[in-house]
């Protein structure tokens, strides 16, 4: 275990040596990337969303594909399409990729293009391959889709399909830095502008399988495994829990995704800690990445300002770990 977890240790502090003030958003991404799951990243412009990806694909050295979501985006410029062409004078149907088939897809500001077209990551999201035309393409195995938006509250955004955020393994918000970090900022920046070749160190993409493999063993007992069912059961049936306000805040709860979330990502947050089993505080380390993007709130909740993370502060209030 120690070379492999040394490794991802390296990478981790390459990332956070590029993205300063951001700890939260490369624990984030080094948990997807363990656990092959999707991120969605939120923040206003200038916090480092699309600068993380970019560091962590430069620190697999692995390929980046990048899609610009804008309003005339069609579900072709991101998976690809057939065409015709010419071959030895007769006209062929060939495949012809999009920016998809690549290890990595940064889908920039993701809710600014209307439904159709984040529909087309649907398929590649959940099973890692696309139908194009009848035909179905493997995407490669190191495969996963970050994607930034701004706030929904910006002009020009369009909300995600429920169906395509229950695909996020997480969700992560960004904030402005602190003075301190944003100081450091400008040092980082000014030392790039002066040199012309990266001394980042980079780590060789198959140590990420082996690490999934080691977190495969990680121990869950069953006392954690009811208390991640009880904390996605509170979320659909908050009325169990009379003398809080869940049930007033809560339409629509979590869908088993998130149970296998939690699973998943409570076993990489005990392997990055070291550990060989789980205990509750690696799932509450995790359950508001994991839960935020999974609830619908009422309009009572909506107009008091409830945001979905005070909602889960307050589930795990009410559910206790055994």
Known sequence: MSDCFDHIQQLKQTIQSSVIGQTHVVDALILSLLTSGNV?????PGTAKTRSIKT?????????????FTPDL???????????????????LTFQPGPIFNNLLLADEINRSPAKVQAALLEAMEERQITVAGKTHKLPKLFMVLATQNPIEQEGTYP???????????????????????????E?????????????????PSH???????????????????????IVMATRKPSAYPDSPLAQWLTVGSSPRASIALDKCSRAAAWLAGKTFVDPDDVRSIVHSV????????????????????????????????
Not at 74 to 92: A, H, M, N, W
Not at 211 to 219: D, G, K, L, S, T
């Open 188 to 204: 980082l920046v000014r030392a790039e502008e002066v040199v012309t070749k990266s001394n980042s160190l980079t780590i060789d």
């Open 40 to 44: 969605l990243l939120e923040g206003l």
């Open 208 to 230: 990420i399988f082996t690490a999934r493999e080691q977190i495969h063993q990680i121990h869950m007992s069953q006392a954690i495994t009811t208390y991640i069912v009880a």
């Open 74 to 92: 069609l579900p072709s410029d991101v998976t690809g399409t057939e065409i015709y062409q010419e071959v030895e004078g007769k006209q062929t």
């Open 160 to 186: 995600l399909p429920e169906a395509q955020m229950d695909r996020f393994m997480m969700k992560i918000l960004l904030d402005y830095p602190d003075a301190e970090a944003e100081f450091n900022i400008i």
């Open 291 to 322: 839960l935020r993007h999974r609830l619908v709130l009422s309009y009572d909740a909506i107009a008091d300002g409830i945001t979905p993370d005070q909602v889960i502060n307050e589930i795990l209030r009410q559910v206790i770990a055994a």
């Open 56 to 68: 962590l694909a430069q620190a697999l050295e692995v390929s980046l594909g990048r899609v610009q």
